[in-house]
């Protein structure tokens, strides 16, 4: 079974700054891929950043603001957001996919973590 945890979220004002980290355990032999999405209130979940085999893309929304970067000693990607705005709040969710012990693929979320851009 594999599992995400998340942190980092919480409140700033326009303009600030916020890392989130996404932890990933469990039996798994290789992650290959390792991704950030939002969730806003009444909208579909968007992919705003994704990161595989040292690969990076982002959402066109947070290009030059959102940088992905991953530890993986640590099984830990990050999501460090700069010049946040109101419309980046949601809640960010972690996925990752690849291979679990026994050579079974995975696909796993984490439980999401709410950011909220405010003065």
């Known amino acids: 079974q594999v599992q995400l945890v998340e942190s980092g979220g919480g409140l700033v004002q326009p303009g600030g700054s916020l890392r989130l980290s996404c932890t990933v355990s469990g039996s798994i032999l290789t992650i290959n891929g390792m991704n950030w999405y939002r969730q806003a209130p009444g909208k579909q979940r968007d992919l705003v950043a994704t990161?595989?085999?040292?690969?990076?893309n982002y959402a066109d929304s947070v290009k030059g603001r959102f940088t992905i970067s991953r530890d993986n000693s640590k099984n830990t990607v990050y999501l460090q957001m700069n010049s946040l705005k109101p419309e980046d709040t949601a809640v960010y969710y972690c996925?990752?996919?690849?291979?679990?012990?026994?050579?079974?693929?995975?696909?796993?979320w984490g439980q999401g973590t709410q950011v909220t851009v405010s003065s």
């Open positions: 990161m595989t085999s040292g690969s990076t």
């Open positions: 996925n990752a996919e690849g291979l679990l012990n026994g050579k079974s693929t995975f696909n796993s």
